[in-house]
């Protein structure tokens, strides 16, 4: 077999090519490395599949670069895998080309990063500013909606208001909880993930979305949020996605969880750990395919409507 040599016309031969990017050294001397921990594994591929999903793709269509021509931007980010790979033992061989084994697997590291995800996300909530007001207001791709602290709701659609009725509860395990009832709620993360895990009662929604809904819906204050998305991490079966934009455009980080005829997810602003929008799809039965979306523009509280 000949190999392709351009060092004529690039000054370099192929292999130096290939080679031409931040931490090949590291990676052509590294041999067998000892992985980092769960933690830091997920956090780094986390990172890199981020990293992936923004540069990897156009318009939604994967493409692939020669290596000769890469940019500035695309050779970073290949020396972020390189560094990844040597890192976590994905990758691990030796210099004459032998594999050697590998004490991790990707699926694993990938399983924990929704909970690496979630726990450093809690931090976010919890800096957040405590604030009130007399109403909770909702502003979302339809319309604008408002919660007294006894329930009433009320929308304004085109500069009209109209009372709706009381708001729903929120749903957390065995409780249904009111406004004065987040307020009395624990903010452990311990006890919320114990209350999310109590055996579901009948039309109960799944402890994801029951998080899900509180966080999106409810004026639960920063040191509740903070506890929600901890109990949130430890669900099982919670998925990080990576990168992805909401319906507006605006990018967030992606969880989901799966059940047996549909997946949640919520898309979460990592600098703010606000929620920009809350997708439920049905992937069996008649409904399959449907998508319900909510998609939050603006929330907090105000004392007045309108």
Do not use: C
């Amino acid at each position: 077999m000949t190999t392709y040599d351009d060092t004529k016309a690039n000054g370099m031969n192929e292999r130096g090519a290939l080679l031409d990017f931040p931490g090949a050294d590291e990676l052509a001397t590294a041999g067998h490395v000892e992985p980092l921990s769960e933690r830091a594994l997920a956090r780094v591929l986390a990172e890199v599949e981020a990293a992936v999903a923004t540069e990897g793709t156009t318009a939604g269509v994967a493409t692939v670069t020669p290596i000769r021509r890469l940019t500035g931007r695309r050779r970073a980010l290949i020396g972020l895998l390189t560094t990844a790979a040597v890192a976590t033992g994905v990758v691990t061989y030796a210099n004459n080309g032998t594999p050697s084994s590998s004490t991790g697997t990707h699926s694993e590291a990938r399983a924990n990063s929704a909970s690496v995800f979630l726990d450093d996300i809690s931090t976010v909530a919890a800096s957040q500013s405590a604030s009130s007001g007399k109403y909770w207001k909702t502003r979302t791709t339809v319309g604008t909606t408002y919660i007294s602290q006894s329930m009433d709701q009320y929308v304004v659609n085109g500069g009209k208001t109209a009372k709706k009725g009381r708001h729903p509860d929120w749903q957390l395990g065995p409780k249904d909880l009111d406004w004065n009832g987040l307020n009395q709620l624990t903010t452990d993360p311990a006890k919320l993930l114990a209350l999310l895990q109590t055996p579901p009662r009948p039309k109960s929604i799944s402890p994801f979305d029951q998080a899900g809904s509180l966080l999106t819906e409810s004026p639960a204050g920063p040191k509740l949020r903070a506890g929600l998305f901890k109990a949130m991490a430890g669900l099982k079966g919670v998925k990080l996605v990576g990168q992805v934009k909401d319906s507006t455009g605006r990018g967030g980080t992606a969880v989901e969880f799966a059940e047996a005829k549909s997946v949640g997810r919520v898309i979460v602003d990592p600098k703010t750990s606000a929620i920009l929008e809350y997708t439920f799809t049905w992937t069996a039965g008649s409904s399959k395919g449907k998508v319900t979306r909510y998609t939050v523009l603006s929330a907090g509280f105000t004392d007045k409507i309108g």
